[in-house]
């Protein structure tokens, strides 16, 4: 099954940022679809959980050089 998951993103501060970061979370293996706003600061993300894990996806995002945190 898939999950979905909120999680704001700080960092990001241009267009290209969310590019990124968006490049980097639809690489990631078990994600389906990741999509963020750089207005909100938010992103959402579909994920496969047996794949990869909320904490996973945080990470992925912090490696990027941004601060990841998910919503409950
Ligand atoms: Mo824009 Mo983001 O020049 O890391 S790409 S600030």
Redesign the pocket.
């Known amino acids: 099954g898939t999950l979905s998951g909120q999680f704001r993103i700080g960092g990001?501060?241009?267009a290209?940022?969310v590019n990124?970061v968006e490049g980097i979370l639809r690489k990631l293996p078990g994600v389906k679809r990741a999509v963020v706003a750089l207005a909100t600061s938010l992103g959402e993300v579909e994920y496969d959980p047996t794949c990869i894990s909320k904490d996973d996806i945080v990470q992925a995002i912090e490696d990027a050089?941004f601060e990841g945190a998910f919503l409950q």
């Open positions: 990001m501060t241009c290209a940022c990124s050089g």
